[in-house]
Structures are given as structure tokens and as C-alpha cells.
T-cell receptor, first 114, second 113 residues
């Protein structure tokens, strides 16, 4: 089991460019999440999904889009990159979405927008 | 809306010292509480969690946390730290039935050999 994998590990974007952050899990988990982590701010939820074809906004969704066409994949898209999107992005998943479930995290993608 | 406050931004300790990290939450209902840890270069992983029963919860690597409902707190403790405990520690909370977590800002712990 690879768990939750994310690509790329690092990326530098210019303002206005677009990119997709990939997230894949091989645990057959229904619930998947995208967070961003900024220094001194903890993790903020961007988007989440409760199953294939179902996504919803989290706390900080502006400037991002997601899709969930399969159980395994949950890509995060930045359409017009801005310096405020410089952050570390984490993908996570849980099996049933129960409130006591453990979230399993990927290794993160460090994104810099210049 | 729920929120989580971690009081210490950066803690520096010597090996064998005791560690206590504060976590307070704001939420109007019954909560589940978590501590996650991120070791340098590794994924965030669960250290321990509380959802019911004994308010003193034991986790991996000798860590424990105590839920004090009257104080809205879930402080993390370890009696004797090791150099390998150097990491960032995050407190998180959700309400019963809610599958979304709210995280605190994190505390960086540096243990000096």
C-alpha cells in the first residue's frame, strides 16, 4: 500500500499560470480532502469529496477547483496562480468519513508563485 | 464555527525534559479531539485521538493527552522527550458526525541532544 501520494513535490509558478496538483490514494477511501498549510496558520481545508462525483467547498476554496471522477484520484487545479497561493498543499483521505476516523495524509506539494 | 488554539508556537527542550503542549478549542457541542505530528520530511500522522470514555488518552511513542471538558482543553504530554521527538505537532477538532477537521496553528518542538 502506497497510501496517499501527491505529485509534484515542488513547483514554482509564475503569476497567472495554471497547474494541477495530483493526489491518489490506494486504500479505497471514499472521503478525500485538500488542505493548505501556511506558516503559523495550521492547515486550512480547501475542498473535500465524499465520493466519486461529489465535491464541496471547504474554508478557503477561492482560486481553486477540484474534480473526483474516480475513488482513487482527487486533483486540485489552480487556474490563475497568485502569490497568495504560495503554500504547502496536503491531500488526505479517510475510509468512511466517520467523525472519529483517522485522516491519512500525503507527503505534500510545496508551491511557490512568483 | 469551531476553532482551535495552540498556545506555543515553538518549544525548545533538552533530551529527557518533560513536554506539555497546550490546545484549547471552541465548539458548541460534543467533540472529537486529535493530535497529529509531522516529523521532518514525513507525512502528517496521527499521534492519538479522543472521542469518548477515559479522558486520559495514550498514543504512540509514549505520548498522552488529557481531555478536560470544563476547560475546553486537550493538552499533549510526554514525560521524557527524545531527540527523535523533534517535529511539528497539530491539535485538531471536529464535532460528532462531522468528517471535516479544524486544525490549530501547530507547535514546532525542537529537542536538543
Amino acid at each position: 500500500n502506497a497510501g496517499v501520494t501527491q505529485t509534484p513535490k515542488f513547483r514554482i509558478l509564475k503569476i497567472g499560470q495554471s497547474m494541477t496538483l495530483q493526489c491518489t490514494q490506494d486504500m479505497n477511501h471514499n472521503y478525500m480532502y485538500w488542505y493548505r498549510q501556511d506558516p503559523g496558520m495550521g492547515l486550512k481545508l480547501i475542498y473535500y469529496s465524499v465520493g466519486a462525483g461529489i465535491t464541496d467547498k471547504g474554508e478557503v476554496p477561492n482560486g481553486y477547483n477540484v474534480s473526483r471522477s474516480t475513488t482513487e484520484d482527487f486533483p486540485l487545479r489552480l487556474e490563475l496562480a497568485a502569490p497568495s497561493q504560495t503554500s504547502v498543499y496536503f491531500c488526505a483521505s479517510t475510509s468512511t468519513g466517520g467523525s472519529t476516523d483517522t485522516q491519512y495524509f500525503g507527503p505534500g506539494t510545496r508551491l511557490t508563485v512568483l | 464555527a469551531q476553532s482551535v488554539s495552540q498556545h506555543n508556537h515553538h518549544v525548545i527542550l533538552s533530551e529527557a525534559a518533560s513536554l506539555e503542549l497546550g490546545c484549547n478549542y471552541s465548539y458548541g457541542g460534543t467533540v472529537n479531539l486529535f493530535w497529529y505530528v509531522q516529523y521532518p520530511g514525513q507525512h502528517l500522522q496521527l499521534l492519538l485521538k479522543y472521542f469518548s470514555g477515559d479522558p486520559l488518552v495514550k498514543g504512540i511513542k509514549g505520548f498522552e493527552a488529557e481531555f478536560i471538558k470544563s476547560k475546553f482543553s486537550f493538552n499533549l504530554r510526554k514525560p521524557s522527550v527524545q531527540w527523535s521527538d523533534t517535529a511539528e505537532y497539530f491539535c485538531a477538532v471536529n464535532g460528532w458526525g462531522d468528517y471535516k477537521l479544524s486544525f490549530g496553528a501547530g507547535t514546532t518542538v525542537t529537542v536538543r541532544a
